[in-house]
């Protein structure tokens, strides 16, 4: 069992920057895949980042790659995505989640022990 905190959300104006943290309990955090995914109102999960657990492999959506960097402190048991250039369309509420494998990072569906979520709200 892996229980998963994010903080880190809020109000920012576009083109600012906000840090989102997460901080995992339980089993063995390095032994794990991490993922940022968010979720608009009336939209379908969508996934942000991951980062496996050696730190150096990761991979963005199309969307936020150049603007959005995610990394992690293995010691901490700590997930960062920093955020910046933030538009109006990165407002949502942002999840991490433990990838569980056995299929594509994309995928919501292959991701167990989601956070409670934080708000990211971008204003124009």
């Known amino acids: 069992q892996v229980q998963l905190v994010e903080s880190g959300g809020g109000l920012v104006q576009v083109g600012g920057s906000l840090r989102l943290s997460c901080v995992a309990s339980?089993?063995?955090?390095?032994?794990?895949?991490l993922g940022w995914f968010r979720q608009a109102p009336g939209k379908e999960r969508e996934f942000v980042a991951v980062?496996?657990?050696?730190?150096?492999?990761?991979l963005y959506a199309d969307s936020v790659k150049g603007r959005f960097t995610i990394s992690r402190d293995n010691v901490k048991n700590t997930v960062y995505l920093q955020m910046n250039s933030l538009k109006p369309e990165d407002t949502a509420v942002y999840y991490c989640a433990v990838y569980r494998g056995g299929g594509t990072y994309y995928d919501p569906g292959n991701y167990d022990y989601w956070g409670q979520g934080t708000q990211v709200t971008v204003s124009s």
């Open positions: 980062i496996r657990w050696s730190g150096t492999n990761t």
């Open positions: 339980g089993r063995t955090f390095s032994a794990y895949a």
